[in-house]
């Protein structure tokens, strides 16, 4: 096995962590302030998907389209919220989880009402030349989406930790009572958390069509466990952590295809997330929950 086919693997590996953890984000967003796992999210980024994918067929220019897609899977997360969770946040926990699988259910029977059944072939519009550097050799697709990725989360971070609005999403998070009585608006930040759970997921999920030049109903099924498992293994709730499992995640199976076979690839990935949640149950990054008395 030579450097140049290795690092390209590898490249491949990273980019396509990268969109999981793009979709990740969103879980660790909601379940950071709420505890809650949002199972509607995969769906909604499906949805997502679909929709780039009919601005695209209309003509729309590439760039808008996308955004657009995104600001249409932030409205279906602010819808999500408001329908499935919102009337039930106070209820036993596993209330808010089943309405929000039956909201994701909604949106894939909608879907296919609209869509149909069949995988739909997305536009591929990241160009693909291979970039070699010394004795290394990667994609420019791979690059371009790992740095797309980045260039996203770095954005998200900076407004979570260095704006008003990410100081008060973080007092929600430490106790939201305290922060109702400092004047914090609880439910505008809640709702503007979905939003920005749903445009970032839809992002990844964009770039997941456009990795695998392919949309269709399952993949709102597939994000979720691809996501979920990229959470986990970074702790969720945690961020930083979440971008981090999903890298690590799509590393594990390039090298599970490279060295077992395309057929043990999930396998093998999942069977990483086991090992470390045995050694470390919250995950990689993820810290013990303390309860307030």
Avoid at 132 to 157: D, E, K, M, N, R
Avoid at 243 to 266: H, M, N, P, Q, R
Wanted: glycine share 12%; aromatic share 10%; net charge neutral.
């Amino acid at each position: 096995m030579d450097a140049a086919y290795l690092s390209e693997q590898l490249a491949n590996g990273l980019a396509i962590g990268s969109v999981y953890a793009l979709i990740a984000l969103g879980y660790s967003l909601v379940y950071s302030i709420l505890y809650l796992i949002n199972f509607a999210h995969g769906y909604v980024i499906m949805v997502g998907a679909f929709a780039a994918l009919t601005l695209i067929g209309m003509q729309v220019p590439v760039p808008a389209a996308i955004f657009g897609a995104c600001i249409v899977g932030a409205l279906l997360g602010v819808a999500v919220e408001r329908i499935a969770y919102r009337p039930v946040r106070h209820s036993n926990r596993i209330v808010p989880m089943i309405s929000a699988l039956g909201a994701g259910l909604v949106l894939s029977s909608l879907a296919q009402l609209i869509w149909g059944p069949e995988v739909h072939s997305f536009p591929q519009f990241i160009p693909r030349y291979p970039i070699v550097v010394g004795p290394f050799t990667f994609s420019s697709q791979s690059a371009i989406i790992l740095g797309v990725a980045v260039v996203l989360v770095f954005a998200a971070s900076w407004l979570l930790y260095r704006t008003r609005f990410g100081m008060a999403a973080q007092c929600v998070c430490q106790d939201m009572e305290a922060a109702r009585l400092v004047g914090i608006p609880i439910d505008a930040v809640i709702i503007a958390i979905y939003a920005l759970g749903g445009f970032l997921g839809v992002a990844g999920g964009v770039l997941f069509a456009m990795y695998f030049n392919a949309v269709f109903i399952q993949m709102g099924l597939l994000a979720t466990t691809k996501a979920w498992a990229a959470a986990m293994l970074g702790g969720v709730g945690n961020f930083q952590g979440a971008f981090i499992g999903g890298l690590i995640l799509g590393v594990a199976e390039t090298l599970a295809v490279i060295l077992v076979g395309s057929a043990y690839k999930d396998g093998v990935s999942l069977l990483i997330i086991v090992l470390v949640l045995l050694v470390r149950p919250n995950g990689l990054f993820g810290s013990p929950a303390v309860e307030r008395s």
